[in-house]
C-alpha cells in the first residue's frame, strides 16, 4: 500500500501552544519522510525530513517524532505563530529506487493571536 | 540563485483543448517531477524526467505526457482537457540529493 494517512484534517491551536500533526504509513519500504509546508497560491517548501533510523530530529521550532515499530511519524511546532498558519503536508519516498513522494492529504493549521 | 520557475501562472482552457506547462529546475538540478494538487488534496505524482528520459510515471492516463530538454528544463503537456484536470500542477527538482524535491510555485489550471 503505497498510501500516507495525516490527522487531523484541520488543527486550531493558540500563540504560544504546540501544534502536533500526525501521519502513518503501511509501506514499509518507504525510508524518507519529510514534510511541507504551503501558503495559499505557493508551492510546497521543504520544513524538515527524517530516516527511520531515527526517533526524533529537530531544526529550530519544528520537530518530527518517528515511530518505526508503529509506522507513524509525527510534526511538532513549538511556540507556534501566527506566521506558522499554513496548509502540512507529510510525504514519504520509497527505497526501491522510485523518486515519487506519496504525500498525506494534509493538515490546514491555523494559529490564533 | 533562482528557484524552480513555472510558466504560466494561470491558465483557463476548455474541455477538450490541450495544454502546455512550463517549468526550469532549480540551478544544478538535473532531475524534474511533475504534480497534480486538486483542490485541499496532497500533491498526486504524475511522472519524473531525468536525462530526458520518462524514468517513473504515476497513476494517470497517457493524456498527460512531458518532455525534458537538454538543459533540464520540462514541459508537461494533457490533450483532450477533461473537466476534473482543473488543478495546480507543480514541479519539483532535484540534483545529486534526488530524495530533496524542492517545488515551484505553481501554475492553476482552470478547464471550463
Known amino acids: 500500500q503505497q498510501q500516507v494517512k495525516q490527522s487531523p484534517q484541520s488543527l486550531i491551536v493558540q500563540k504560544g501552544g504546540i501544534s502536533i500533526i500526525n501521519c502513518a504509513y503501511e509501506n514499509t519500504a518507504f525510508d524518507y519522510f519529510p514534510w511541507y509546508q504551503q501558503f495559499p497560491g505557493k508551492g510546497p517548501a521543504l520544513l524538515i525530513a527524517?530516516?527511520?533510523?531515527?526517533s526524533e530530529k529537530k531544526e529550530g521550532r519544528f520537530t518530527i517524532s518517528f515511530n518505526k515499530s508503529a509506522k507513524q511519524f509525527s510534526l511538532h511546532i513549538m511556540d507556534s505563530q501566527p506566521g506558522d498558519s499554513a496548509t502540512y503536508f507529510c510525504a514519504a519516498l520509497g527505497a526501491w529506487g522510485a523518486q515519487k513522494l506519496v504525500f498525506g492529504q494534509g493538515t490546514r493549521l491555523t494559529i490564533n493571536p | 540563485d533562482a528557484g524552480v520557475t513555472q510558466s504560466p501562472t494561470h491558465l483557463i482552457k476548455t474541455r477538450g483543448q490541450q495544454v502546455t506547462l512550463r517549468c526550469s529546475p532549480k540551478s544544478g538540478h538535473d532531475t524534474v517531477s511533475w504534480y497534480q494538487q486538486a483542490l485541499g488534496q496532497g500533491p498526486q505524482f504524475i511522472f519524473q524526467?531525468?536525462?530526458?528520459?520518462?524514468?517513473q510515471r504515476g497513476n494517470f492516463p497517457d493524456r498527460f505526457s512531458g518532455h525534458q530538454f537538454p538543459n533540464y528544463s520540462s514541459e508537461l503537456n494533457v490533450n483532450a482537457l477533461l473537466l476534473g484536470d482543473s488543478a495546480l500542477y507543480l514541479c519539483?527538482?532535484?540534483?545529486?540529493?534526488?530524495?530533496?524535491?524542492?517545488f515551484g510555485p505553481g501554475t492553476r489550471l482552470l478547464v471550463l
Open positions: 524526467y531525468y536525462e530526458e528520459e520518462e524514468r
Open positions: 519539483a527538482s532535484s540534483g545529486t540529493d534526488q530524495e530533496t524535491q524542492y
Open positions: 527524517i530516516r527511520p533510523d531515527v
